[in-house]
T-cell receptor, first 114, second 111 residues
């Protein structure tokens, strides 16, 4: 079974802090994704990566950056956390072999910014 | 822009009844459609993926159909059980690695 592991289930940080969310997958997937999920807005793509050191902006990249130094690990960085970044963050991964590879999700990190 | 709608947002059914969940999307230029299950406070579990050339996919008590030309998909869950209570999301794959998600159907199966 595919395993996508997010380092924290719950995280509480203060405004202005630099926050790191980590995601690791064990299936040698080329693609990795970061989403946020908010009530009434659904899931929205922040960034994705299709290879080491490669990244593309999603629909809502403002206030975020990402890092992919190793194939199995994809980090989301909140440069200066703000209260409107309080949300559920979901990481996903998939193979890059054509368009019909399903995305597999981690259990999410519920982040609160105080 | 691709938009995905799931109606109703919430529904309750008695145990044993068949569940029918609907998903519609605005642009028929999709690669595939994926149905997910999400339990409270958890991530998404992939249930079924239907490629754009397919009409349906089945897995156990689950059956999903796709009518790409009309922009619709339906997820059927036969003989519902209390353990089927969850939120079900559909997502369409379009463009470069892009998924557009619906907001989900929150299902409660009453014992």
């Amino acid at each position: 079974d595919v395993k996508v592991t997010q380092s924290s289930r719950y995280l509480v940080k203060r405004t202005g802090e630099k926050v790191f969310l980590e995601c690791v997958q064990d299936m040698d997937h080329e693609n990795m994704f970061w989403y946020r999920q908010d009530p009434g807005l659904g899931l929205r793509l922040i960034y994705f990566s299709y290879d080491v050191k490669m990244k593309e902006k999603g629909d809502i990249p403002e206030g975020y950056s990402v890092s992919r130094e190793k194939k199995e690990r994809f980090s989301l960085i909140l440069e200066s956390a703000s209260t409107n970044q309080t949300s559920m963050y979901l990481c996903a991964s998939s193979f890059h072999r054509g368009p019909n590879q399903p995305q597999h999700f981690g259990d999410g990190t519920r982040l609160s910014i105080l | 822009k691709q938009e995905v709608t799931q109606i109703p947002a919430a529904l309750s059914v008695p145990e044993g009844e068949n569940l029918v969940l609907n998903c519609s999307f605005t642009d028929s230029a999709i690669y595939n459609l994926q149905w997910f299950r999400q339990d409270p406070g958890k991530g998404l579990t992939s249930l079924l993926l239907i490629q754009s050339s397919q009409r349906e996919q089945t897995s156990g008590r689950l059956n999903a159909s796709l009518d790409k030309s009309s922009g619709r998909s339906t997820l059927y869950i036969a003989a519902s059980q209390p353990g089927d209570s969850a939120t079900y999301l559909c997502a369409v794959r379009y463009g470069n690695n892009r998924l557009a998600f619906g907001k989900g159907n929150q299902v409660v199966v009453i014992p």
